[in-house]
């Protein structure tokens, strides 16, 4: 029986309002100082109780609200962020497409910052040199790749990124909003990039807003709400689920907004 590529059982992860995410060293050490002062704070809990298999070759789609987990999940997936419940297990390391830009040096060139965070990403030497043609040439970077990146402009950033990061070997691909990002033209590169790494086999992790690229990447879709998973079937039933959760909502907030209307009303008839 083929093993999933990556797990989670029971998965949960605890946050404490108005404060930073935890999940790093530093933050691990002043929560244990904070409870051992008996300091008071409220936490809550972006994910619980969450539990899936992902296999080699799926290509998987994460759909919600804002807030509801989705860009926290992918950071636990990757291990930026420990959870408090259960564990997330991968087999094989990961290509995030997320926060593109992160990693690199404003101080450094775009040259060296692709040797820099390549290597930080597990390519070697060899590797970053047979592949950085290819990428200056995704990133359209040619005439500015000896710049340093603090002149860079978001898109130009982005643009680098997301050369690099594609190069990775790694057979999990993390995507949360990159495609969001860039002009028409590097949108439609960008596509033919996914495109041709799910041909080859790549397992896909996909959160997006968008119906459309959800179904053209993605055959199962996960719906999280609350903080747990709702749904987990195709695409489509994914999709419908987050619509009947956004009608209920919205009839929700329209009863309570009728209601204070109503009471608001009530002392001027009586009045009158």
């Given at each position: ?12 992860i ?11 060293v ?43 987990g ?7 997936i ?26 690199f ?30 990428i200056?040439d995704?990133s359209?970077?040619?005439d ?19 050369g ?9 691909l ?8 860039g002009?028409?033209?590097f949108?439609k ?19 997006s ?17 609350t903080?747990h ?11 419908d689920?987050?619509k009947s ?9 329209a009863d ?17």
């Open positions: 029986m083929e093993e999933p590529i990556i797990q989670a059982r029971d998965l949960g605890r946050f404490a309002k108005g404060k930073q995410k935890k999940g790093r530093k933050d691990l050490f002043v929560r244990r100082a904070a409870n051992k002062k008996g300091a008071a704070t409220e936490d809550f809990w972006p994910l619980r109780h969450v539990n899936f298999d992902i296999f080699p070759g799926d290509s998987v789609g994460i759909i919600g609200r804002n807030g509801t989705k860009s926290t999940l992918l950071r636990l990757t291990g930026v962020l420990i959870p408090d419940e259960g564990y997330v297990r991968r087999e094989g390391r990961v290509a995030p497409l997320i926060a593109l830009s992160a990693g040096s404003g101080d450094l060139t775009g040259r060296e910052n692709v040797n820099l965070v390549g290597a930080l990403h597990g390519m070697t030497t060899r590797e970053i040199k047979s592949k950085f043609d290819e200056v995704f359209e970077l040619e500015f790749i000896d710049t340093p990146v603090k002149h860079y402009s978001s898109g130009m950033k982005v643009r680098l990124g997301f690099v990061i594609t190069q990775l070997p790694h057979p999990i993390l995507v949360d909003e990159a495609l969001a990002v002009d028409a033209a949108k590169k960008c596509h033919g990039v996914i495109q041709g790494l799910l041909d080859e086999g790549r397992t896909l992790v996909f959160v807003h968008s119906p459309g690229e959800l179904k053209k990447y993605c055959q199962r879709g996960i719906f999280l709400d903080g998973v709702v749904t987990d079937g195709t695409v489509q039933e994914a999709l689920s987050y959760a956004e009608d209920a909502d919205a009839k929700q907030k309570k907004k009728k209601a204070a209307e109503e009471a608001a009303r009530k002392p001027v008839e009586a009045a009158s």
